[in-house]
């Protein structure tokens, strides 16, 4: 299970070993030990799972500390542009946008470390979307940054006129502005 580092310290692209034959395919999803010895060191509790039409575009989403999430996204079915933005005020890489499409067909999974705000646009006609979390929800500690924000300039990839989103996440604030404790 190839796990490589991106361009923002702690931010991890995994891409699994799949073996395929007449049947289908299998592959490893999630390997404690594999972590381990890249030196991820996270214990996963909560798996949430969602499943959206063409259009949506879900967050930007965190918990603030003492209750962050560690995340490792995966599509299991259908496209996702996944997003992740450095919110950890002290790092190099502050304010940075990293994004990689997750798809059914590349079985690419994100890890998205605490101090990160999280979203993804579907770009396929539906999509499932599944994300271990090493925390539990806690209504309390949810912030959010908003998903147009002029300064991160996110291509979330689906035109102006045709993206949904929720009522809570089209009043978030700026990234400036946000709640953060990172």
């Known amino acids: 299970m190839p796990i490589t580092s991106t361009d923002i310290k702690d931010l991890w692209l995994i891409e699994p070993r799949v073996f395929e034959d007449t049947r289908g395919h299998f592959f490893e999803a999630y390997n404690q030990s594999v972590f381990e010895e890249a030196g991820i060191h996270h214990r996963f509790i909560q798996d949430n799972q969602s499943h959206s039409v063409y259009g949506v575009i879900r967050g930007l989403h965190y918990q603030l500390n003492p209750n962050a999430q560690c995340k490792l996204v995966r599509a299991l079915h259908g496209r996702i542009l ?36 999280h979203g993804f646009s579907v770009l396929s006609a539906t999509a499932t979307v599944l994300y271990k979390c090493d925390a539990f929800y806690h209504k309390e500690s949810e912030g959010g940054v908003i998903y147009n924000d002029a300064d991160l300039a996110i291509d979330w990839q689906i035109p102006e006129g045709e993206q949904i989103l929720s009522e809570k996440d089209l009043v978030l604030p700026a990234f400036k502005d946000a709640q953060n404790n990172f």
């Open 82 to 117: 996944d997003v992740a933005v450095d919110m950890r005020k002290h790092s190099a890489t502050y304010g940075r946008v990293f994004s990689v499409e997750l798809s059914a067909e590349n079985k690419k999974q994100l890890l998205i470390p605490h101090g990160f705000a």
